[in-house]
């Protein structure tokens, strides 16, 4: 021994100086694995990646005002001022009955805070907005995550639960792990005052003169100060108006005799909430609903967790009959997905130690082992640091199954080279040394070339570019680590570990013994004479892999394995949107969300009858309405592993019982499963003609109605509503009536005239001077109404002006400046998939709508645009990583041509891959994508390190063919174990039934079934195509030996 320690003190570098000082390599694993579980045990846990979103939004709210009156009036007053902006890509504007919506995305490189800063300055220098119009509220837009849903039920009016909902926010955001708690289904407060026609006429007042006698009497009004000896005195007039009583006190005439007409004499003083549709249930009971997000770097599980318990604290101190529930719960999801993904990685781990203990001694197979958690908490305590700014999601766990099976490639590569070092020279350093320096060149560069595969994922555009980034940060941090590991710390233990002793495990030591001498019968008697045949039919051998391959991929472009962008999961939360055209009454709202609601329980119902049980659908519903035309159900299902039928089922029976309903501009349902940026489906069209518009987006809608499995198809052009237009008469003029005079009047009694805003603790509550709600409801109150004209008289509406019914607009949209419409649809991926209709309707059918109508622009949008994005991205990395992994392997094969054979094994992996989620039935997917990286990284890896042995084999004067057949002979073992680790890794995977587990099941068939076929690419394919290369270069080597010898 202390020979071989002087031969191995003859190495140098700094492989042999930490194996020769395992101290430093035991230090410096111990520090990876304790500063890993420091970052662990504090790193941010979601259900998905920060997505964010380069939008920024602008609403301008211009009460009572018709689309056409905000288009006008707002948005192209934004427009203009922005139009000539630099680093805007994309504007898009909405006009609706009084609200203009505005989204601006930046144009790449262009920084957004700095964007929006110049944004605001634009349009604060804006002069002419209406006088109605509010102030522009100008935010990022940002995807927030719901951790917990509550809900306020009970005996408790309207009032009452708003007030209960904004003590629970209060209390709640008083907790560090709750930043965001947004409530849902409230109106806002507004003090509403109602005087008829009539009242107003035996006054002789107008609202908008009652409005101004408000806003002078209700103020409070600094004076100053009075400067005396004795300090400074502060003036104030205090008289501002609060409460109904204090409104109902104004006075708004003293006649001659002394009496006073107060407002509360002759006005209905309503101290309530805002004019529109006011409902909110809870499993069919009234009910206010709160939303506490995890926003920022916070942990979703830990705000979840303390809302929870708030919760049973809260409910406690509630009075009898009153009752804060609790659903959509996080912690359920997320624990379970981390409870798989961590059971997995457990049991894949055991079955790679048990694969390695059967074929390397049970100590190398330890230490090998050893290196999995040195590799993955190195990789969480980079991830977890501010740069990256990582979390515990779905993606990046999935990232860690994807690399389990590979992080130990490098470890059993250089394992075994040390074994077999250890079996031709004996136990010593100096073996320890050379095994690991044998491979260590190939080994790393073929971890580099994976890295190299999986860099495209972090530099990925678009805004769903943090899903692939979550997965490839694991990766590549996982393999940057697994190269310290087995360079540098597993050398020293293997060199200086202790001989086993203990006589179980000497006993269990055999097995490696036996297993070897079986795989070496093999090797000799099956493989040696069969990759000979190969070589010697090389061209065939080639063909034949070559018409697999067409095959295969035939199988994709056919259609037999489909695609999809995500993994289908079967969700438990459902949901219905519904967007009434303008100028619906609230009750038709109210009666469309009833119907919805109804048509969901139905589902259960009939399932019930169908199976003959009374097993529960239905956890729970939420339902709420805002904006008097604006509706949302939610719908919770029991668990999907409890639940017989899927979500899928359940929204088409959803849909079929709702059917279609009349008025509607949008009826959706949808399973919100995952992060998604707008419809499956979507296409802009932007004509300056309207009626242009129109017409092609009618086309395109009866284009996409003829898909199956295509729904919800929803036409922005379609919806209209019938409007009604003063115009003013000569007579009217000739009284000194402009139409600003009739069209204010008017306004003032149907919309309301602002008298003006107060602070009532948090609220700010509008106060509004108005017509009865009965003299609203119809037009005929026009007919009785009474303009005031300049002089002071007050003469009949139909006097003055005349009343023309004509068609309007619901909204109006502009892209880029220019009116637009838009087409939107869902899709059911079971039946077909949203892209292959998108690319249809790219490729066929809109070229042709474009020829109908010259002019016209179309352009894909939504989920379909941001998919595109992020593909074309990946593609883009992918093509230039490939010339970065050619560069990688250039280099240690110190040839051209050489890393082309490697490269080459690549597409022929994918074999494996497409063929088994055609076995499983599984969709090919962004998921099965990983996997194929993975897999490619794994063909590079063996390919490299067995070309690297012919290599140094016919350096030191092997013939070619000779040099072949022994490297497949010699490393077959070695690839045949990293393969074997790499299945067995992801079988718990494989076998996994749960629901939580479908969306990485994917990736694990393209690893795992790849994985099978890659060894039979690089133990056969490759030997041909090295031998094909020497054919090109003119070698000779059937004579150079015999083909079908059997060499030593």
Known sequence: MNKAADNAADRTGIIAWFTKNPVAANLLMIVIIVVGIGSGSVIQRAMFPEIEVP??????????????????????????????????????????????????????????????????NRIDGIQHFPQEAEKPTINRWAMRDVALMLQIYGDLDERGMKNLAEEVKRELMAYTEVSMVEIQGVRNYEIGIEM???????????LGEVADIINASSLNLPGGSVRTDNGDIMLRTTGQAYRQYDFEAIVLKTFPDGTRLTLGDIANVNDGFVDEIGFALFDGRPSVGLAVMAI?????????????????????????????????DVTYYLEERLGMMYKNLAFGALLVFIVLALFLEIKLAFWVMIGIPVCFFGAIAVFNLPIIGGSLNVLSLFGFILVLGIVVDDAIIIGESVYSEQERSGLSIRSVIDGTHNVATPATFGVLTTIMAFLPTL????????????VGWVVILCLIFSLVESKWILPAHLAHSKPVTNRWLKAVGVLPAATNSKLRQFIEARYRPFVKRCIANRYTTLAAFLSLLIMTFGL?????????????????????ELKMADGTSQQQTLDAMIRIDEGLRQVERDYQQETGTDSKVIQHTFSYGFERINGILMGELTKSDIRDINSDEVMRRWRENVGDISGAEVLSFTAPDGPKVGPAISFDLIHEDFDVLKAAAAELEAQLKTYEGVYDVQNGASATSDEFHLDILP?????????????????????????????????????????????????????????RTPGGDAVPFDSVAKLEVKPGLNKTNHINFQRAVSVDAEANKQIIEPSRVTNELLSEFLPGLAERYPDLVYRRSGMSDEEAKTGRSLLIGFTLALFGIYALLAIPTKSYMQPLIIMGAIPFGIIGAIVGHLITGYAFSMMSFFGVIALSGVVVNDSLIMVDFINRSVAKGTPVYQAVVDAGCKRFRAIFLTSLTTFFGLLPVLLETSVQAQ??????????????????????????????????????????????????
Not at 73 to 87: H, N, P, R, S, W
Not at 315 to 325: H, R
Not at 459 to 470: D, E, K, N, R
Not at 1026 to 1038: F, W
């Open 556 to 576: 994709m472009t056919g259609g037999i394995v489909r695609y999809v962008v995500f993994p289908e999961v079967p969700a438990d939360m459902i949901q219905a």
């Open 55 to 120: 939008i920024i939004s602008i609403v301008i709210a211009y009460p009572g005002a018709a689309p056409e009156e905000v288009e006008l009036g707002v948005v192209l007053k934004v427009e203009e001022a922005l139009k000539d902006l630099e680093g805007i890509k994309r504007l898009t504007a909405e006009a609706r009955e009084s609200i203009a919506n505005i989204w601006i995305e930046p144009a790449d490189g262009f920084d957004l805070d700095n964007l929006m800063d110049t944004i605001k």
């Open 296 to 328: 920022g770097d916070q942990d979703e599980l830990e705000t979840a967790k303390r809302a929870l318990k708030y919760v049973e604290q809260k409910n406690a101190k509630l009075p009898e009959g009153v009752e804060l529930a609790h659903w959509m």
């Open 196 to 206: 008829s026609e009539h009242q107003l006429r035996e006054y002789h007042l107008t």
């Open 459 to 470: 530099l990925t555009s678009g805004v769903m570019g943090a899903l692939p980034a979550a």
């Open 731 to 787: 007579e009217a003029e000739a009284l000194g009536l402009t139409r600003f005079d009739l069209g204010s009047q008017v306004r003032h009694a149907f919309y309301g005239a602002e008298a003006q805003r107060i602070q009532r603790g948090i609220d700010e509550i509008k106060v509004m001077v108005r017509y009865p709600m009965e003299d609203r409801h119809t037009t005929s109150s026009l007919d009785s109404m009474f303009i």
């Open 999 to 1048: 969306q990485v099941v994917p990736m694990a068939v393209s690893l795992a079934f790849g994985i099978v076929f890659a060894t039979v690419i690089t133990l056969l394919l490759l030997p041909c195509m090295y031998i094909v290369l020497e054919d090109l270069k003119g070698s000779n080597v059937e004579k150079t030996t015999d083909p079908l010898a059997t060499s030593s």
